[in-house]
């Protein structure tokens, strides 16, 4: 039907509340009384504001809707059975059922859905993103309104979501709250204060728009205005959770609770009982996305034996692949030192500075993805751990985002252990379907950083801090999942294992292992995950199964992780000596801080002598 008065919008919210309860009561799982209290800003939103061509998701014009309090997922759920995209019967025997797209909190598994969420704090970081996209990148008039949970407004992330609203002017942003006064085990920090809410977001450079979130005329005034604002709106809406349903209505105690099924039959009576509506909102003005000029991917080119680090490296290979006008960058106030400003430098118009704020960086790239555009995120390895609950998230998202992480591990030096990436590898190589990627000299950074372009997933870069020499030509290959023998003779005694600094200190051990008559094999274990198991088992074959690996990392989920997964994948036994840095580094040089991690150059050739000397 199409909605025509205020009636009939209440009519639409008591549907939406009367399937939240009764999904969640047939799951026996879920949270209808957080669903009920936003029940009438997200009926008037699908109504009359939302453009949303529901037969099209893919369409690039459409508004999008984020419900950044995912746990709210049987309010969604009702809202797409009222758009008529999915039935009565999928909504009662699907919700959170095993093997269903109805998941209990929502996914882009369901076409109508961009990220997502759940984890709270992330949906509004989330939506910056595509509203970065559609002022600066689209240049489409779509909206972006996040529902957003008053006791999710703890979170700092979300604060930082604001303030970059504010900075980018994300006129096309609302974010909506509803304040409904309670949270999970209580009431919330500010309670029903508006006035506090509301000073916060102005001080943060948004537009606050206080309202009773039960009002249809209010409401729909405030959504209208949101549309017109010139900067973010935040709409606070003032709500009782479980509102309609006398005994649970603004009560503790009924968070993340269906109601029993006597229970949930009265509220249904009490809510006026079942319908079926299914509403005709306002459809997207027809639009396409801006498109630029596609230009030639030339890679920077490295001569044999200089000295470049692989951040350097991997900015100048990020502004070549800058050529692809897809390719957008993202920095955490660090572009000199990650060398992101190499791509900033020549397109500034797809360089989007975050500031200290790796959580809304990272969120921001989800969001881009979102829209189809090929983000990398750079910032020091070591803060992109600050970030860690979002890359998790993403990959939940679906999203197509690549990740850079400078100055890692104890070779950074004299900055100490604060800014030293040591946990990196294995936080990276524990994301689902990540691909980590580790490269050591110039040639292999800048030929992989054109690889993550083309490549699906959350796909991470590890880069060092110091200069070391170019090992590879300008025209060798380095696919994904693979790996290089560096050095090898028939005679080899042992296999050398390092990536990044490790590789070169790898190097050094060999000569010096060769004064000593003994031949050694290296290998560069560029490419992480997927790893090349073929090729380490290839080496161990060949050098009487002896191994030593080196790395830049703490010993727990690393290279040396990796590198026994794939011996025990393979069934194949190995002797490994694990060099890694297993005490708490301070500060120094590098050569210092390798020394005593022992991961040095002498130290490795030592484990090599004690496995071939047995
Ligand atoms: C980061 C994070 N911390 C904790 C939780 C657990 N949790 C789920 S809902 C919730 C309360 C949310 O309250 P609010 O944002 O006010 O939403 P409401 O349900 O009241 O509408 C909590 C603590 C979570 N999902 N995510």
Redesign the pocket.
Same mark, same amino acid.
């Given at each position: 039907m199409t909605v025509q008065t205020l009636d009939d919008i209440h009519e639409l919210a008591q549907q939406l509340r009367v399937d939240s309860i009764r999904c969640s009561t047939a799951a026996g799982s879920g949270?209808p009384?957080?669903s009920m209290?936003?029940a009438d800003v997200m009926a008037a939103l699908l109504t009359r504001h939302l453009r949303y061509d529901w037969q099209r998701p893919d369409d690039p014009a459409n508004d999008h809707l984020i419900f950044s309090?995912?746990?709210?997922s049987p309010l969604l759920y009702s809202m797409f059975k009222a758009a008529g995209v999915i039935t009565d019967e999928e909504l009662m025997t699907g919700y959170r059922q095993f093997g269903s797209r109805l998941e209990g909190?929502p996914t882009p598994v369901l076409p109508w859905v961009d990220v997502a969420t =759940?984890?709270?704090?992330?949906g509004l970081p989330d939506g910056v993103g595509v509203a970065l996209a559609g002022r600066y990148l689209d240049e489409l008039p779509y909206r972006v309104w996040v529902l957003?949970?008053?006791?999710?407004?703890a979170?700092g992330s979300m604060w930082e979501a604001f303030d970059k609203a504010a900075y980018y002017r994300l006129s096309n942003l609302t974010a909506i709250v509803?304040v409904?006064?309670?949270?999970?085990?209580g009431p919330?920090e500010l309670g029903w204060d508006l006035d506090a809410y509301a000073k916060r977001v102005e001080a943060f450079g948004c537009h606050a728009i206080p309202i009773d979130g039960h009002d249809l005329g209010e409401i729909d005034k405030a959504l209208g205005h949101a549309a017109e604002a010139d900067r973010p709106t935040v709409i606070l809406a003032r709500t009782r959770?479980g509102r309609g349903f006398d005994e649970v209505e603004d009560r503790e105690g009924w968070? =993340?609770r269906p109601l029993p099924a006597e229970m949930a039959e009265r509220a249904i009576v009490e809510l006026g009982g079942e319908r079926h509506l299914i509403v005709t909102g306002p459809r997207p003005e027809a639009g396409s996305p801006r498109t630029r000029p596609s230009g030639e991917v030339s890679l920077p080119r490295y001569e044999l034996g200089a000295k470049v680090a692989t951040r350097l490296a991997f900015g100048q290979a990020l502004a070549a692949v800058g050529a692809r006008p897809d390719v957008i960058a993202l920095d955490g106030e660090v572009g000199n030192s990650t060398h992101a400003e190499e791509f900033a430098k020549k397109y500034p118009e797809r360089y989007f500075e975050m500031f200290i704020a790796e959580q809304q960086m990272v969120a921001a790239a989800v969001g881009l993805s979102v829209r189809g555009y090929v983000p990398f995120a750079a910032t020091f390895a070591a803060f992109l751990s600050r970030a860690y609950?979002f890359i998790r998230m993403s990959a939940i998202s679906q999203a197509n985002i690549r990740l850079s992480g400078s100055h890692a591990g104890v070779e950074i030096g004299a900055d100490g252990p604060s800014q030293m990436a040591l946990e990196d590898i294995a936080m990276m190589r524990a994301v689902h379907g990540s691909t980590v990627l580790y490269p050591s000299d110039a040639t292999s950074a800048a030929y992989l950083v054109q690889e993550m372009a083309e490549r699906s997933g959350i796909v991470y870069m590890r880069t060092t801090r110091g200069a070391y020499p170019v090992l590879y030509p300008p025209d060798e290959t380095f696919p994904v999942g693979g790996a290089k023998v560096v050095r090898s003779s028939p005679d080899d005694q042992v296999t050398l294992i390092g990536a990044g600094v490790t590789l070169h200190n790898c190097l050094a051990a060999a000569d010096e292992l060769g004064r000593d008559g003994i031949s050694a094999r290296v290998l560069d274990l560029y490419s992480l995950k997927p790893i090349d198991t073929d090729a380490l088992v290839a080496a161990a074959s060949a050098t009487g199964n002896r191994l030593v690996v080196a790395e830049d990392h703490y010993p727990q989920g690393g290279i040396g992780g990796a590198v026994l997964e794939a011996f025990s994948d393979a069934n194949h036994r190995v002797h490994l000596i694990h060099l890694a840095v297993r005490g708490l580094p301070g500060s120094g040089t590098p050569a210092e801080l390798m020394e005593a991690a022992g991961i040095s150059a002498a130290r490795i050739a030592q484990a090599a002598r004690d496995l071939v000397r047995g």
């Amino acid at each position: 039907m199409t909605v025509q008065t205020l009636d009939d919008i209440h009519e639409l919210a008591q549907q939406l509340r009367v399937d939240s309860i009764r999904c969640s009561t047939a799951a026996g799982s879920g949270h209808p009384t957080s669903s009920m209290s936003a029940a009438d800003v997200m009926a008037a939103l699908l109504t009359r504001h939302l453009r949303y061509d529901w037969q099209r998701p893919d369409d690039p014009a459409n508004d999008h809707l984020i419900f950044s309090k995912g746990h709210a997922s049987p309010l969604l759920y009702s809202m797409f059975k009222a758009a008529g995209v999915i039935t009565d019967e999928e909504l009662m025997t699907g919700y959170r059922q095993f093997g269903s797209r109805l998941e209990g909190h929502p996914t882009p598994v369901l076409p109508w859905v961009d990220v997502a969420t =759940g984890s709270l704090g992330q949906g509004l970081p989330d939506g910056v993103g595509v509203a970065l996209a559609g002022r600066y990148l689209d240049e489409l008039p779509y909206r972006v309104w996040v529902l957003c949970g008053d006791s999710e407004m703890a979170e700092g992330s979300m604060w930082e979501a604001f303030d970059k609203a504010a900075y980018y002017r994300l006129s096309n942003l609302t974010a909506i709250v509803d304040v409904n006064r309670l949270g999970q085990r209580g009431p919330t920090e500010l309670g029903w204060d508006l006035d506090a809410y509301a000073k916060r977001v102005e001080a943060f450079g948004c537009h606050a728009i206080p309202i009773d979130g039960h009002d249809l005329g209010e409401i729909d005034k405030a959504l209208g205005h949101a549309a017109e604002a010139d900067r973010p709106t935040v709409i606070l809406a003032r709500t009782r959770k479980g509102r309609g349903f006398d005994e649970v209505e603004d009560r503790e105690g009924w968070h =993340g609770r269906p109601l029993p099924a006597e229970m949930a039959e009265r509220a249904i009576v009490e809510l006026g009982g079942e319908r079926h509506l299914i509403v005709t909102g306002p459809r997207p003005e027809a639009g396409s996305p801006r498109t630029r000029p596609s230009g030639e991917v030339s890679l920077p080119r490295y001569e044999l034996g200089a000295k470049v680090a692989t951040r350097l490296a991997f900015g100048q290979a990020l502004a070549a692949v800058g050529a692809r006008p897809d390719v957008i960058a993202l920095d955490g106030e660090v572009g000199n030192s990650t060398h992101a400003e190499e791509f900033a430098k020549k397109y500034p118009e797809r360089y989007f500075e975050m500031f200290i704020a790796e959580q809304q960086m990272v969120a921001a790239a989800v969001g881009l993805s979102v829209r189809g555009y090929v983000p990398f995120a750079a910032t020091f390895a070591a803060f992109l751990s600050r970030a860690y609950d979002f890359i998790r998230m993403s990959a939940i998202s679906q999203a197509n985002i690549r990740l850079s992480g400078s100055h890692a591990g104890v070779e950074i030096g004299a900055d100490g252990p604060s800014q030293m990436a040591l946990e990196d590898i294995a936080m990276m190589r524990a994301v689902h379907g990540s691909t980590v990627l580790y490269p050591s000299d110039a040639t292999s950074a800048a030929y992989l950083v054109q690889e993550m372009a083309e490549r699906s997933g959350i796909v991470y870069m590890r880069t060092t801090r110091g200069a070391y020499p170019v090992l590879y030509p300008p025209d060798e290959t380095f696919p994904v999942g693979g790996a290089k023998v560096v050095r090898s003779s028939p005679d080899d005694q042992v296999t050398l294992i390092g990536a990044g600094v490790t590789l070169h200190n790898c190097l050094a051990a060999a000569d010096e292992l060769g004064r000593d008559g003994i031949s050694a094999r290296v290998l560069d274990l560029y490419s992480l995950k997927p790893i090349d198991t073929d090729a380490l088992v290839a080496a161990a074959s060949a050098t009487g199964n002896r191994l030593v690996v080196a790395e830049d990392h703490y010993p727990q989920g690393g290279i040396g992780g990796a590198v026994l997964e794939a011996f025990s994948d393979a069934n194949h036994r190995v002797h490994l000596i694990h060099l890694a840095v297993r005490g708490l580094p301070g500060s120094g040089t590098p050569a210092e801080l390798m020394e005593a991690a022992g991961i040095s150059a002498a130290r490795i050739a030592q484990a090599a002598r004690d496995l071939v000397r047995g």
